[in-house]
């Protein structure tokens, strides 16, 4: 069964404070990992895609790197705009559906 | 493009009720699924279906049913609801093998049975 658990719970950051999110997974075979971002009462936002270890993509503020048994998301000097529910999951390569994790709230203070 | 849609964005009913959440694609992805999502649960699957006509169980289908005549529609129907169906239900998408695997989510049905 695949798993995944995400660290911190909860992250409270000043602007400008740069920090990491973690993702640790175990799935067998990995097809993709994702990252999305959902905000208060909200569906969840895709943001990334990483397929294999080393992988990384960025966008704005945010960078995904991947490696065989993790993934961090990685906030660069946020922004109070950043702050969300941020989530993980995996599929499997035999498989369609996302294992998700329980998230991680960031709360970004001006 | 209206994307992934879902209806209603509220519902209030009662315990026993039989009660229908719908959820509309305009991509025409293969795939649909159904999650729920609980505070200290993250999201669950309910069912899922990778065409018209095809559907199968995920982590908690009890107490839900699914049918898919049109790849754009995924209605989503809780017989008897229960009290623990209180939840958060979000219907998603995803393309066809061949392409991208990530789902998109609609906004989310906020379902309260009291």
């Known amino acids: 069964e695949d798993q995944v658990t995400q660290s911190p719970e909860a992250l409270r950051l000043q602007e400008g404070e740069s920090s990491s999110l973690n993702c640790s997974y175990t799935?067998?075979?990995?097809?993709?990992l994702f990252w999305y971002r959902q905000d208060p009462g909200k569906g969840p936002e895709f943001l990334f895609t990483?397929?294999?270890a080393g992988e990384e993509k960025e966008k704005e503020r945010l960078k995904a790197t991947l490696t065989k048994k993790e993934s961090f998301l990685h906030i660069t000097a946020p922004k109070p705009e950043d702050s969300a529910t941020y989530l993980c999951?995996?599929?499997?390569?035999?498989?369609?559906?996302?294992?998700f994790g329980a998230g991680t709230t960031v709360t970004v203070r001006a | 493009d209206a994307g992934i849609t879902q209806s209603p964005r509220y519902k209030i009913t009662e315990t026993g009720r039989q009660v229908t959440l719908m959820c509309h694609q305009t991509?025409?992805?293969?795939?649909m699924f159904w999650y729920r999502q609980d505070l200290g649960h993250g999201l669950r699957l309910i069912y899922y279906?990778?065409?018209?006509?095809?559907?199968d169980k995920g982590e908690v289908p009890d107490g839900y049913v699914v049918s898919r005549s049109k790849t754009e529609n995924f209605p989503l129907t809780l017989e008897s609801a229960t009290r623990s169906q209180t939840s958060v239900y979000f219907c998603?998408?995803?393309?066809?093998?061949?392409?991208?695997?990530?789902?998109?989510f609609g906004p989310g049905t906020r379902l309260t049975v009291t």
């Open positions: 999951a995996v599929q499997s390569a035999n498989d369609y559906k996302l294992s």
């Open positions: 991509w025409s992805h293969s795939y």
């Open positions: 998603a998408s995803s393309m066809k093998p061949g392409g991208s695997y990530e789902q998109y």
């Open positions: 279906s990778a065409a018209a006509d095809i559907t």
């Open positions: 990483l397929y294999s």
């Open positions: 799935v067998s075979g990995l097809r993709g």
